[in-house]
């Protein structure tokens, strides 16, 4: 049995599986050095992070979704009406509170977080033979490295980040809560070595891939929640592990692994310098959708006007989250139509 890599072992290795790895081990080398780059590159880390990665790629959905003409016809209805309902949704709960909104968007994004990894997962799995407690075991494995930290986040003391906004999770302060949650997350995670350990010996067979994910995916929500509490750090871990790897699953997925006919109109990609292309089109957009929230709403890291928005938010915040909020949804159905 071959290791069943997305694309190629390198590629799948350097930007799916990498990253988290990655990131941890610029954090190990420069820890001393985080506060520093915090406070003097601030716009730089905002730039990178947040828009050339984190709102880059939201905008990687279109490569399969509506750039992609057959299969914007296949899903024409969901595809026009769900920024709608978006839309509709972020004004009804804004007209609540902005921290209603925001705390509504949280959550939901945290799903999305957690169902990307549980989705790799299960991508590196599809060759394996599949019984109901090798998938109970992997999925246990997936949830429990993601939601035992956000479980900590939620009963432990207030944490120096956020994911939106301040105060925006339901949080209950409790000293023993977190003990009991560390021990039966890390009696999952016991479970999970032995199983794996059992089962690659008598399949003579180790997933590198699976396993590099759920190993990566614990790394790096452990120590960006739980053991660091630290801001940059939360954002690195967080922004880095996720966005990379959708963008790269993209474009190995949905235009590099199909031919120009495939492709259509967006076959100039397969082009020389059409990853480049690609990255560009989404470095754009990310940067044209963030410059309207810092002249709208933020007014933090890029000033243009000093003209009063505050009487709009009410359409401009839940109009500008459409694309986020488009994402979060639609991602939950797209990759379910080529099983």
């Not at 021990?183 to 180790?206: D, G, P």
Request: net charge neutral; hydrophobic share 50%; charged share 15%.
């Amino acid at each position: 049995m071959t290791q069943p890599w997305i694309h190629k072992a390198k590629t799948d290795l350097t930007f799916i599986i990498g990253p988290s790895f990655f990131v941890l081990a610029i954090i190990f080398i420069f820890q001393d050095y985080i506060t520093e780059i915090e406070t003097d590159y601030s716009f730089y880390t905002w730039l990178f992070l947040i828009v050339f990665i984190d709102v880059a790629h939201v905008y990687a959905t279109l490569f399969k979704t509506y750039f992609v003409a057959d299969e914007f016809q296949k899903q024409k209805r969901r595809l026009v009406l769900l920024p709608l309902i978006c839309f509709v949704i972020g004004i009804v709960l804004f007209s609540f509170g902005s921290l209603v909104f925001w705390s509504f968007l949280a959550y939901v994004a945290v799903f999305h977080f957690i169902r990307q990894q549980y989705g790799f997962m299960r991508l590196y799995a599809r060759k394996e033979a599949k019984t109901q407690i090798s998938i109970w075991i992997d999925n246990l494995a997936i949830y429990a490295s993601t939601g035992y930290p956000m479980l900590y986040w939620f009963f432990s003391s207030k944490r120096k980040f956020n994911w939106f906004v301040e105060n925006e999770f339901f949080r209950f302060e409790n000293e023993k809560l977190p003990e009991i949650l560390f021990w039966i997350y890390a009696a999952i995670m016991v479970l999970y070595v032995i199983y794996t350990a059992i089962k690659s010996i008598q399949n003579q067979f180790f997933n590198i891939p699976k396993n590099c994910i759920i190993l990566g995916t614990a790394l790096s929500w452990y120590f960006g929640i739980i053991y660091y509490n630290d801001d940059l750090i939360f954002t690195l871990l967080n922004v880095v592990s996720h966005g990379i790897p959708y963008m790269a699953l993209i474009y190995f997925k949905e235009i590099d692994g199909k031919s120009e006919e495939e492709l259509g109109r967006l076959s100039f990609l397969k082009q020389y310098k059409g990853l480049l292309i690609y990255i560009g089109i989404l470095l754009v957009i990310a940067f044209s959708e963030e410059f309207l929230w810092e002249l709208f709403v933020w007014n933090e890291n890029i000033s243009v006007t000093s003209f009063d928005f505050s009487n709009w938010q009410i359409l401009l915040v839940p109009l500008l989250t459409v694309p986020q909020f488009t994402h979060y949804l639609l991602d939950g159905f797209i990759w379910k139509s080529k099983k």
